[in-house]
């Protein structure tokens, strides 16, 4: 019925079917083929729209050609190495273990195709036309894009995404100093690298690389490794990265790399000092800056500066007519299910409906090993904001699931209000928590209260267990634990 009304509105502004040939002005030209644009190419055609499509690389953005998944791929092939390696303590013998990193590259790229095939037989059948070529607006409601072609639109959706930043530190432009792409792509692995950036991206590379044998220098200039984060998540990553061989500096700033005995010297500032590590190869993890130039952003007359563009929470940007989603929205989520989310929401706004976006319970999970999630607020941000705040653990080594697989390392925090018992936050580290933290996200969006978690019956044994115990340590009636909880 949604669509079919979404139809009837288009009809109104008088669009043309979708089975005729295309104008030069259609109802949704989106910019930008990654998780959020072509999610919201899906959805806006799901509601009638003429929808087109206009990406200068890849369909699937860098999430899925460049990012998150060859990262998750690779990361798996490790996984499993190790496990192997690990064997014996199953009773499963093994010998001759090694890890082929040409076949794990190879498998990772597969991975990627399929995923690729699958979004582009997705537009394919929503009838959503892909144009190849960079865009560039001439005006609030026409883009040129450089294959020659200008497109005039009812509605635009910017998605152009981020890329990686890099800082002004002397010798970042050296051979040898990669980002986060450039990393995924190694046909070879070095025997050493410093990461610079104690983020998702530096601590899923750390994982990855120390699980391969090399030698991993972890540099972080805050206090703590994802410092975003609730802070028991990354005190607890940190000794878990350095009892894997990672060694990890906190409060450690680089301040220039040089070359020198065929490799890479870093020096750095360290709360002992100055100090020089020689390595073979450097990676700059500080984050990503969305893509604003080369837009035309001044012609279509949206408002950004270099830290994005400025949206409401219905995805428009200070033109009406125009919107962004995604890394290149100013001051959201650089996560691509938000994108996603963030795609459908302007689409929706644009056919007709009226939809906002809602960020106080994104998850957010770090592939590292152990995994690291997270949903709402940490316990910092909750005491910060005046709230009256009660937190409540569960240990991994009391979850049965967690001993079965070996991965009994890590903990459950659940932070709640005091006086309802309200779900403020959902913080968590260990085995496949990135699974289980979508049970935070309902809870919070919900409004659910502590007792509804307790009242919720958790299948046995999964380390989902953990979350309930943990939400009953809140007020001091965790079942399964000889400390019984930690209550504040």
């Known amino acids: 019925m949604r669509a079919a009304a979404s139809s009837r509105w288009f009809a109104a502004q008088g669009s043309r079917p979708q089975d005729q040939e295309r104008e030069a002005m259609v109802d949704v ?4 083929a990654g998780p959020g644009g072509y999610v919201a190419a899906l959805r806006a055609a799901q509601l009638g729209a003429q929808v087109v499509l206009i990406e200068r690389d890849q369909v699937g953005g860098v999430c899925l050609n460049q990012g998150c998944i060859p990262s998750k791929a690779l990361l798996r092939s490790v996984e499993v190495y190790r496990v192997a390696c690990e064997g014996e303590r199953f009773g499963v013998t093994t010998s001759g273990v090694k890890l082929d990193w040409r076949v794990a590259q190879a ?3 597969e991975v990627v195709k399929r995923l690729a095939r699958g979004v582009e037989l997705l537009l394919d059948r929503a ?7 960079e865009a560039r607006f001439l005006s609030a409601d026409a883009i040129a894009v450089e294959a020659g072609d200008r497109i005039e639109a009812r509605h635009f959706i910017i998605a152009t995404g981020s890329h990686p930043a890099r800082p002004p530190i002397p010798g970042l432009d050296l051979s040898g100093v990669l980002d986060s792409q450039q990393a995924l792509e190694l046909e070879e692995l070095p025997e050493s690298i410093c990461i610079i950036g104690g ?7 750390a994982t990855l690389f120390v699980g391969a044998g090399m030698g991993v220098t972890l540099v972080e200039r805050l206090p703590r490794l994802l410092p975003t984060l609730d802070h028991s998540l990354g005190q607890r990553l940190q000794r878990s990265l350095k009892r894997r061989g990672v060694e990890v500096l906190t409060r450690a700033r680089v301040t220039g790399v040089e070359t020198a005995d065929g490799g890479l010297q870093i020096t750095m500032v360290t709360e002992g000092g100055g100090r020089q590590v020689l390595l073979e190869k ?4 500080v984050g990503r800056q969305p893509n604003v130039e080369g837009l035309g952003l001044d012609a279509a007359g949206a408002r950004y500066d270099t830290s994005g563009i400025q949206v409401d929470d219905r995805m428009r940007t200070s033109v009406p007519t125009i919107y962004a989603i995604g890394d290149v929205a100013q001051g959201r989520w650089q996560l691509a299910h938000v994108a996603s989310h963030e795609g459908i929401v302007a689409a929706e706004n644009i056919c007709g409906q009226t939809t906002r976006m809602h960020y106080n319970a994104v998850p957010a999970c770090v592939f590292s090993s152990p995994e690291v999630a997270s949903v709402g607020l940490s316990e910092e941000e909750a005491r910060e904001q005046g709230r009256d705040v009660r937190v409540g653990t569960f240990d991994l080594n009391g979850s049965s699931k967690a001993l079965v697989y070996g991965e009994p390392e890590g903990f459950i925090k659940v932070v709640a209000e005091g006086e309802y018992g309200q779900v403020l936050g959902v913080h968590a580290i260990g085995p496949h928590v990135s699974e289980l933290i979508l049970e935070g996200a309902m809870a919070i969006t919900l409004e659910a209260t502590l007792e509804e978690f307790a009242a919720t019956i958790h299948p046995h044994p999964t380390v989902s267990e953990a979350l309930a115990e943990a939400a009953l340590a809140v007020e001091g009636r965790a079942i399964h634990s000889l400390k019984g909880y930690r209550c504040q």
Do not use: D, P
Request: hydrophobic share 55%; aromatic share 8%.
């Open 29 to 32: 030209a989106v910019i930008g």
């Open 107 to 109: 498998r990772k790229r």
């Open 127 to 133: 009838g959503a036309e892909v144009i190849w070529g």
């Open 199 to 205: 983020g998702a991206i530096g601590v899923e590379f």
């Open 282 to 285: 450097v990676l700059c993890a």
